[in-house]
C-alpha cells in the first residue's frame, strides 16, 4: 500500500492535534528550509503515531532523500539550535532549539537518510505503528487532506491497539527492540501481537548482546510507568526477564520458608507489583478496600517517588528495580539448621554487592546504583530495629544516617517484602503493626530533621579551639555523637552541647 488518503474524520483530528500541540509552526519551518534545499523530508515512526492517537511530543523523527548530517547542521543554524551527532556511521543527527520563551517550546529533531524511496525506509523500521510517514511539504500546503504513507496497516493497529513487528527480521537487526515491544505496549496501553510475541521468544538470547546503555533506557522507561509490575511479569513470560537479568535465573525454585507463599523468584516478582500498589500505581490481587488504609501516603511522599533521580530514572523506577532484586542472593545464602530451620543469613548483604555488579553493567549512574544497592543491603533493617515495641529514637536516626537518600524508600521496600511474603494469607494484625511502624519511623524522621535542619550546635572549630583536640576520626565521631544527640532531643542548646562532649570526653578518659 503506497499511502492512503485519511479519512476526514481522522484528518481532522490528526490536524486538531498537530495543531494543539504546536508542532504545526515548526513543521513549516522545517517545511520551507528542506524546499529551500531541494530536498524531499518525511515526518515518521513515533511522532506520526504519537499525533494519531492525540498524544503530544516534542520529539520529532524526520527521513531525507539526503545527507542528514548536513541537513541537521543548515537546520540547527537556521533555527539558532543545537546540533548533536547521534550515528555518523548511519547518518544520524538531531537539532535541539526552543520555539518561544517557555520550557514547553523545547522541540528535538531527529534527522536520518534514507536510499531509494520512503517505503524502502519504512521496511526497515520496527513496529507497524511507527512504520508510517507524511511527505512534510504536503503537510504544509494542503493540511486539510493529509497522505498517510501506511505500508504494513499501522493505521489499523493504532486502532486495534497492538504493536506487532513489521517483519520478524527487526530483531535480528537490533535486539533492544525485544525490550521496546514490551515497554511500547506499556506506554500505550496497547497488547503485543501473537505473532510478534513468539518472534520475541524465539529471539529473546538475542538480548545478551545489547550495550548495556540501551537496556538501562529501555528498562528504565518501563520502570517509571505506573503498574509496570505486571510488564516485569510479562517480560518473564516472554523469556526476556532472565535474559535481561541472568542472575534472577537461580532464583526460580528456590523454596522459602513456610510463612512465603511463593519462591524466591515469584516472590521477587511479587514484590514489584506491591511496590506498584504501595505507591497506589497498580493493583494487588490480595487486596480488599482496607489494607492501603494504615499505609502512611501524602503528597510529599509522591513527590518524592517521582523525583528524578538521574536521566531518565525516578524514586519510583529504582524502588521497583530494587524490588526486583532485593533477596538476589538468597540462594547462595540458603542454609538448613539441624533443627530443620531455613535460613538465607548474609543474603541482604551479598545481594547488595550483586545488585551493583548488575546496575554496572547496565550503565546506571553512581546515584542509581548506590540508591538500589542501599535498599538491596537494609531492606530487613526496617523491622529488625522493632523487635521489641517501637523502635527508639536513637535507632530511627541511625537508620536514616545509615540509609540516607534511600531510607524513605527502603522502608517502603520492606513493606512491599511483607505483601510478597505472605500473599493471600496476609495476617491483618501483623500487616498494621508493621505499617504503623513505619508510619512512626517516618514521623519521627521529619521531627529529627526539624531539630538537626536548623540549628548547628557546634562545630569542629569549637571543640578543636576549646577542648584542644586535633582534627581527624574521632573528631568527626564526636560531632556526628553531638549531633545525634541533638536529634532525639536530648541537647538542644550550644551550651547543652559542650556540656554533653565536656562529659564525654571525661568518661572516655576514665576508661
Known amino acids: 500500500m503506497m499511502g ?16 494543539e500541540s504546536g508542532a504545526m509552526p515548526v513543521l513549516s519551518r522545517i517545511s520551507g528550509l528542506l524546499s529551500e534545499s531541494g530536498v524531499r523530508g518525511y515526518v515518521v515512526g513515533g511522532f506520526v503515531r504519537d499525533t494519531l492517537l492525540g498524544r ?15 541537513i541537521a547542521r543548515r537546520v540547527a543554524d537556521a533555527l539558532n539550535g543545537k546540533y548533536v551527532l547521534l550515528d555518523e556511521a548511519f547518518g544520524v543527527a538531531r537539532v535541539i532549539f526552543a520555539e518561544g520563551k517557555a520550557a514547553e517550546g523545547r522541540w528535538q529533531l531527529d534527522f536520518s537518510s534514507y536510499e531509494g524511496d520512503i517505503e524502502q525506509d519504512l521496511a526497515r523500521r520496527d513496529f507497524t505503528i511507527d512504520a508510517m510517514a507524511i511527505d512534510i511539504g504536503h503537510l504544509i500546503r494542503d493540511s486539510r487532506n493529509v497522505r498517510l504513507i501506511d505500508p504494513y496497516n499501522g493505521c489499523e493497529d493504532l486502532e486495534r ?36 510475541e513468539s518472534q520475541i521468544r524465539r529471539h ?16 528504565l522507561r518501563l520502570l517509571v510507568l505506573p503498574g509496570s509490575g505486571r510488564f516485569v511479569v510479562y517480560l518473564d513470560r516472554l523469556g526476556l526477564l532472565t535474559a535481561v537479568l541472568p542472575e534472577l535465573v537461580v532464583l526460580k525454585g528456590v523454596e522459602q520458608p ?12 511479587k514484590t514489584v507489583q506491591a511496590v506498584d500498589f504501595l505507591l497506589q500505581q497498580g493493583d494487588w490481587e490480595h487486596a480488599d478496600g482496607e489494607l492501603l488504609a494504615t499505609v502512611p501516603w501524602s503528597a510529599g511522599l509522591a513527590r518524592h517517588f517521582e523525583r528524578e533521580v538521574s536521566s531518565g530514572s525516578t524514586g519510583g523506577a529504582l524502588l521497583r528495580l530494587a524490588a526486583l532484586l532485593h533477596d538476589v542472593a538468597k540462594p547462595q545464602t540458603k542454609t538448613i539448621e539441624p533443627d530443620g530451620r531455613m535460613r538465607f543469613l548474609g543474603h541482604a548483604r551479598e545481594g547488595a554487592s550483586i545488585a551493583v555488579a548488575v546496575l554496572e553493567r547496565l550503565r546506571f549512574s553512581t546515584k542509581e546504583t548506590r540508591l538500589v544497592e542501599t535498599m538491596v543491603k537494609y531492606h530487613l533493617r526496617p523491622m529488625q530495629m522493632s523487635q521489641e515495641g517501637l523502635p527508639t529514637h536513637r535507632a530511627i536516626y541511625r ?39 513505619v508510619d512512626y519511623v517516618l514521623k519521627q524522621y521529619y521531627e529529627q530533621q526539624k531539630q538537626v535542619r536548623p540549628v548547628k550546635l557546634v562545630d569542629g572549630h569549637d571543640l578543636i579551639n576549646i577542648f584542644g583536640l586535633s582534627p581527624g576520626p574521632d573528631l568527626g565521631e564526636l560531632l556526628e555523637a553531638v549531633r545525634e544527640a541533638q536529634a532525639v532531643g536530648e541537647i538542644t542548646s550550644r551550651e547543652e552541647a559542650l556540656e554533653y562532649v565536656r562529659n564525654r570526653l571525661s568518661t572516655e578518659g576514665n576508661t
Open 4 to 19: 492512503l488518503d485519511l479519512t476526514k474524520k481522522v484528518s481532522k483530528e490528526f490536524l486538531g492535534n498537530l495543531t
Open 204 to 219: 529473546a538470547y538475542l538480548v545478551s548482546g545489547i550495550a548495556g546503555e540501551r537496556v538501562r533506557e529501555e528498562l
Open 161 to 196: 491497539g497492538l504493536v506487532r513487528g513489521v517483519s520478524e527480521a527487526i530483531f535480528e537487526a537490533d535486539a533492544v527492540r525485544l525490550l521496546r515491544a514490551v515497554r511500547l505496549a506499556a506506554e500505550l496501553g496497547f497488547s503485543v501481537d501473537s505473532d510478534t
Open 399 to 437: 537508620y536514616f544516617r545509615d540509609a540516607g537518600e534511600a531510607g524513605i524508600d527502603t522502608l517502603f521496600l520492606s513493606m512491599a517484602d511483607h505483601l510478597a511474603t505472605r500473599g493471600p494469607h496476609l495476617d491483618r494484625a501483623g500487616w498494621q503493626e508493621h505499617t504503623h511502624i
Open 258 to 269: 513456610r510463612e512465603h507463599f511463593w519462591d524466591v523468584f515469584g516472590h521477587s516478582l
Open 56 to 70: 503530544p511530543t516534542p520529539d520529532i523523527d524526520i527521513a531525507v532523500a539526503a545527507d542528514a548530517l548536513e
